[in-house]
């Protein structure tokens, strides 16, 4: 089976915290990374955190923005990939994407991502 489905709350003033949810089922993907990456319309896309996902041993990848700040983590027993987000700012403000792919930084390159999640920073 192959399924990427995200859940979780989507606004907080900033300062806040908030953590996104993904049922990542994806079977025998070739694909080696899971994560997310985020979109603010008219711009481009932006990494945020994967974590490989033949070796959870290997250290995450985090985006210099969100470095120390979000945390990735997985629970293979239930399929299911979680972003942890502290200390949100405004500018963190994005549709979030849970994806698959072989690069970390890139996860769209010949990737596949869910249905995404606004997640919307307040002042």
């Known amino acids: ?8 709350e989507t606004s907080v003033q900033a300062g806040g915290s908030l953590r996104l949810s993904c049922v990542a089922d994806v079977g025998s993907d070739s694909r080696n990374y899971l994560g997310w990456f985020r979109q603010i319309p008219g711009k481009g896309r932006d990494g945020v955190a994967a974590i490989y996902r033949r070796d959870e041993s290997t250290i995450p990848y985090y985006s210099d923005s969100v470095k ?11 399929h299911t990939l979680y972003l942890q987000m502290n200390d949100l700012k405004p500018e963190d403000t994005a549709m979030y994407y849970c994806a698959i ?9 010949y990737g596949y991502w869910a249905q995404g999640t606004q997640v919307t920073i307040s002042e």
């Open 68 to 78: 120390g700040r979000f945390s990735i983590a997985r629970d293979s027993a239930k």
């Open 101 to 109: 792919g072989n690069n970390p930084e890139r996860l769209w390159d």
């Open 1 to 8: 089976r192959f399924e990427l489905v995200e859940s979780g």
